[in-house]
């Protein structure tokens, strides 16, 4: 099937390869906590995203970014770039260039139960985790045994309190202790509840400071 075309196969790839291949480019990137990614239009072949490049296109990971709008903005650039590259292709000015397999990495999918927070990591790393996995999976903890999902989080330049123990818990946030640092939360939804702020989710259930989570 690779070989009908007259000119070849192309996939664009999310990701500068060969760094991240395989199903989940966008996600693993943000939990490596990288600086920059980018998209790969690249020949295929019979093994996983290990074609020969064509082209490729870089962007910069910045702190608000999270999976779907990392995403969003690889497509537009991916587009961009298939323009670009497809026609100079077809005029034979571009010349592949094949993959330093030693450079490879693998981005494996991402599963469901990785959304669950392990407290005692540093915050940093946490926060990259729930960006990296927004919108899907998502991540979670649990209050007095009910899931309670992180909806939006961040660093909170605050004390550490323990792994998974509230802090301070007001307006502004659900300051919560990592095993490092702290993250603050603020939004968040019960399990069989909605969608709230913390200022919401407090007035019809105060944490006070000591509270577990996990």
Known sequence: ???LPPLGAFNLHASILPAYRGAAPIQRAILDG????GVTIMQMDAGLDTGAILSKAATPIGPTDNAQTLHDRLAKLGAELLLETIPRHIAGEIAATPQDDALATHAAKITRDMGRIDWSQPAAQLWN??????PWPGVFTRLDGKLLKLLEVEPADADCPGPGVVGQADADGIVVG???GALRITRLQKEGSKRLTAAEFL????LPAGTQLG
Do not use: E, I, K, N
């Open 1 to 3: 099937v690779l070989s």
């Open 34 to 37: 990288q600086a920059a990614t």
């Open 129 to 134: 985790r729930a960006r990296a996995f927004t």
């Open 178 to 180: 990592c095993g490092d």
């Open 203 to 206: 007035a019809g259930a105060p």
